[in-house]
């Protein structure tokens, strides 16, 4: 069975730091684009950065960019997100996804075209 399962998040103060881990396991992340989103309440959920399988590419929505870092280490079967100088803003559920297609940022920021799916972990930022 092919699964991702999210672990890192927590309460952290604003200015703080966490990193999230996205673990494969039924599968290899090789071949695969890796993706995180996040849904905070009452809102849609939003692309927030992806990696391409070599992790040689990658893309940030610009409300992140400069304070997250996506990586992958294929060997652990597992791709971070590296998050500093988070804000109240950053609170919401963040998504692992994954898929073999290999496409452009614009259309890996819609959720419809990733076909993996993690169940979640939730980033709350308050003081």
């Known amino acids: 069975q092919l699964q991702l399962v999210e672990s890192g998040g927590g309460l952290v103060q604003p200015g703080g730091s966490l990193r999230l881990s996205c673990a494969a396991s039924?599968?290899?992340?090789?071949?695969?684009?890796i993706g995180w989103f996040r849904q905070a309440p009452g809102k849609e959920r939003e692309g927030v950065s992806c990696?391409?399988?070599?992790?040689?590419?990658?893309n940030y929505a610009d409300s992140v960019k400069g304070r997250f870092t996506i990586s992958r280490d294929n060997a652990k079967n597992t791709v971070y997100l590296q998050m500093n100088n988070l804000k109240p803003e950053d609170t919401a559920v963040y998504y692992c996804?994954?898929?073999?297609?290999?496409?452009?940022?614009?259309?890996?920021?819609?959720?419809?075209?990733?076909?993996?799916w993690g169940q979640g972990t939730q980033v709350t930022v308050s003081s």
């Open positions: 990696i391409s399988s070599s992790g040689g590419n990658t």
């Open positions: 039924g599968f290899t992340l090789d071949y695969y684009a």
């Open positions: 996804v994954a898929d073999s297609k290999s496409l452009s940022w614009s259309l890996y920021r819609l959720p419809l075209v990733w076909k993996y």
